[in-house]
């Protein structure tokens, strides 16, 4: 049986035989077998960790061997990446297929970092201005200090990867708290950067429950604080926050807007996928499709005849798309929201089945969008993180994007349309990611990624994170040195 312990200084802590630590016991959300156990944190850990990376941030270590430790970290995920990969799946129930997807994209991330250029000084001109004349100025990026990472359930090693791979190439020391639901899938990660030559102080991870979790998040000792996960408790930490550099990437409730003229094949095909794959359960799957009216009936017939026949199915399967949620708790409030919205006045088209912690693929019709909104229908305003999608008719494009405007999330909006169509939607779209025949959940490791409004604060993505985990130095020097 698998077991993993805390990693603070370069050093494993909670061990099996360690009875001064409390450990947490992993079950397949699937089959409900024991998966393994992990270490947790109690109130010395938690001070150790943060005491640890404050001392590292005392012995810096050169930009070229961080580059090549991240190096190392990528090949290293890759070489285990269907050990990671079967790990994600028995311990969050990500359909393998997806798993095998989320460590190749961790393993890119990292690389990424390694790769990048953004950390070298940068030659800036003096030359417009008279007193320059002589001189020269580079521009440096120093690291702000620790930086305190919060991570979800959903994708433990590429959200972890986003921030720790810009840390380490910035420099600064990481404290990494990942969820209760994930907990062997991040320790692992960590047990695997240690391995590869991480000096100690630099990466130290934390268990811990969530009355500690408030308290780091309060803690003034760290310069940054990276959150992921939901929007009542990133904003609860933006607030109490003493620094005033604070990330958080939030939840969504994600539109895809699907105009005249559009393939409907593709579109039907992109976006059920989106909708149903690992249940649901990623902030940028598909919550609404809006279909212009003129076609909207054969959409919706063409999405019902598609995707109606969808289960949940063991998530160990190469062909599975919809596995299990994460806990029954959640699958009853997944639930809880379709029948509301039934009771107001939304037509099931198919799904609504609830067994334990899985609940079916389920699909929506909404003829009146802009009324449910109004109505605060829970399924129309709220994110569902589940495998729920509705679909209803717009009588255009700019209808639809009002009321993606009108959404108080905003992180990826899909528009399936002509050319015309697209241009008219993008300059009216306020979403920080807009994409063109292709669905919400596409997302690039290298570019910007956050949310506007309720979804965040800040961006993601490895020139946007380091940016946020550095401040720029001004030296200025003379010409010949």
Not at 268 to 291: D, F, M, N, P, R
Not at 300 to 314: K, Q
Not at 343 to 356: N, V, Y
Request: aromatic content about 8%; hydrophobic content about 40%; some cysteine.
């Amino acid at each position: 049986m698998l077991h993993r312990e805390l990693l603070i200084e370069g050093t494993f802590l909670g061990g099996v035989c360690d009875q001064g630590t409390s450990k947490e016991v992993v079950r397949d959300p699937w089959s409900g077998s024991v998966v393994g156990t992990y270490a947790e944190s109690g109130p010395e850990e938690v001070e150790f960790a943060v005491v640890t990376a404050v001392r590292a941030m005392q012995h810096p270590f050169p930009l070229s061997q961080r580059k090549t430790l991240l190096h190392r970290i990528a090949e290293r995920i890759e070489e285990d990446r269907e050990f990671l990969a079967g790990l994600l799946t028995r311990e969050i129930g990500k359909p393998i297929t997806y798993s095998r997807a989320e460590v190749q994209r961790c393993a890119l991330t990292f690389r990424l970092a390694a790769e990048s250029e953004i950390a070298a000084p940068r030659p800036e001109t003096l030359a417009y201005d008279p007193r320059g004349n002589g001189l020269r100025a580079e521009i440096h990026r120093l690291p702000r200090g620790p930086v305190l990472a919060f991570t979800p359930y959903n994708w433990p090693l590429n959200l972890a990867a986003h921030k720790i791979a810009p840390a380490l190439l910035a420099g600064c020391p990481v404290v990494l708290k990942g969820s209760p639901q994930a907990g062997l899938s991040t320790l692992s990660l960590a047990r695997l950067i240690h391995e590869c030559g991480c000096p100690p102080g630099f990466l130290n991870t934390v268990q811990c429950d969530l009355r500690l979790s408030e308290a780091l998040a309060r803690d003034p000792r760290f310069a940054v604080v990276s959150f992921t996960g939901s929007p009542r408790v990133g904003w609860k930490i933006r607030s109490e926050a003493p620094t005033p550099h604070v990330i958080l990437e939030l939840g969504g409730n994600a539109f895809a807007l699907v105009g005249t003229g559009a393939d409907h094949s593709a579109a039907v095909e992109k976006l059920g996928l989106s909708a149903y794959a690992y249940a649901g359960q990623v902030c940028i799957s598909t919550q609404h499709i809006l279909v212009h009216r003129s076609e909207f009936e054969a959409f919706r017939d063409t999405f019902v005849a598609r995707w109606g026949g969808l289960c949940a199915e063991n998530p160990a399967d190469s062909s599975t798309v919809c596995g299990p949620l994460i806990h029954e708790a959640q699958a009853k409030a997944v639930s809880a929201m379709v029948d509301s919205a039934c009771g107001q006045g939304a037509k099931l088209l198919f799904g609504g089945t609830l067994s334990g912690n899985r609940y079916s693929p389920t699909a929506l019709e909404i003829q009146d969008f802009s009324q449910a909104q109004s109505l605060e229908m829970a399924l129309a305003t709220e994110e569902v993180f589940g495998p729920v999608v509705t679909l209803s008719p717009i009588d255009s494009i700019e209808e639809g994007a009002h009321l993606v405007n009108q959404s108080k999330y905003a992180i990826h909006t899909s528009v399936f349309a002509d050319p015309d169509s697209w241009d008219q939607a993008s300059g009216q779209l306020r979403s920080p990611g807009l994409l063109w025949n292709e669905p919400p959940t596409l997302r690039f490791d290298g570019l910007p990624y956050g949310g506007e409004r309720q979804s965040g604060l800040g961006r993601e993505g490895l020139a946007y994170a380091f940016e946020s985990m550095t401040y720029p130095q001004s030296r200025i020097l003379p010409q010949d040195r």
